[in-house]
Each structure stands twice: as structure tokens, then as C-alpha cells.
């Protein structure tokens, strides 16, 4: 199945990077807590979407659009993937949660409010 990355993709020169490479374990998990602080403008703010590949086949991609208000959309290329995403949770306990509390910090200033088979939406509050 291949190796599990997280890239970003830069607003400035439109160019990919590697944030992570060879994820581990709760791997949607560990992209929603990056997605949580991207959006939160903790993490990647020179980012203009990031994403989670499995090998050559994109799993999920995250962007940010301020065109009419902030919206943070999340894409899913399966509904198995959107349903791993709704279940995880972000554990505090673990070395790569280096912001903690994120998740509860962006539910405070997220709703979401729009929710299809493949696609996730929120707005800034």
C-alpha cells in the first residue's frame, strides 16, 4: 500500500513539501491535529492546503478559503476515510501532539456546517 505522507503545498510558489514522511499509527488522526492547526494558524501558515498520501493516491486534502467569511473544507477520497476522520480523536498523550488541547481550542472557534459522503465544512466562528 505504500508509505503515508503529509504535504503542504505553499501560497507563494504553489510548490509541494514534505511536512511528515513514513507516518505511523493513527495516521488520520495525526493529519487532523495538523488540519486543526493549520486552521487555527498554529501550524503550516505558509501553507495554502495540506494533504495525507498513501503512496501515489491521495487520501484526504485540506484548505482554508476566506472568499465569503473562513471556511476550512476537508476532501475525502472515501467515505471510509471521512468516517476514520469524524471517529478520531486526538490523544494528548502522544509525542507529536505538540500543541496541546488543539482539537478542543478549534471546536470552540469552528462550527461545522456542512457534512456530505466525501467532504467536511466548517466556518470560523
Given amino acids: 500500500m505504500g508509505n503515508t505522507f503529509i504535504y503542504g503545498r505553499f501560497k507563494d510558489t504553489d510548490r509541494y513539501t514534505t511536512i511528515y514522511d513514513n507516518l505511523k499509527g493513527e495516521q488520520i488522526a495525526r493529519f487532523k491535529h495538523d ?6 494558524d498554529k501550524k503550516h501558515q505558509e501553507m495554502k492546503s495540506i494533504y495525507m498520501y498513501r503512496g501515489y493516491f491521495r487520501v484526504v486534502k485540506a484548505i482554508v ?4 467569511g473562513t471556511f476550512l473544507q476537508v476532501d475525502f477520497a472515501s467515505m471510509s476515510d471521512a468516517e476514520k476522520w469524524d471517529t478520531a480523536s486526538i490523544p494528548l498523550d502522544i ?8 482539537e ?12 456530505e459522503k466525501c467532504t467536511r465544512v466548517y466556518q470560523k466562528l
Avoid: N, Q
Fill in 65 to 68: 478559503t476566506t472568499s465569503d
Fill in 104 to 115: 478542543r481550542d478549534f471546536v470552540k472557534k469552528w462550527k461545522p456546517v456542512r457534512r
Fill in 95 to 102: 509525542t507529536w501532539t505538540e500543541i496541546p488541547w488543539v
Fill in 35 to 40: 488540519v486543526y492547526a493549520y486552521a487555527m
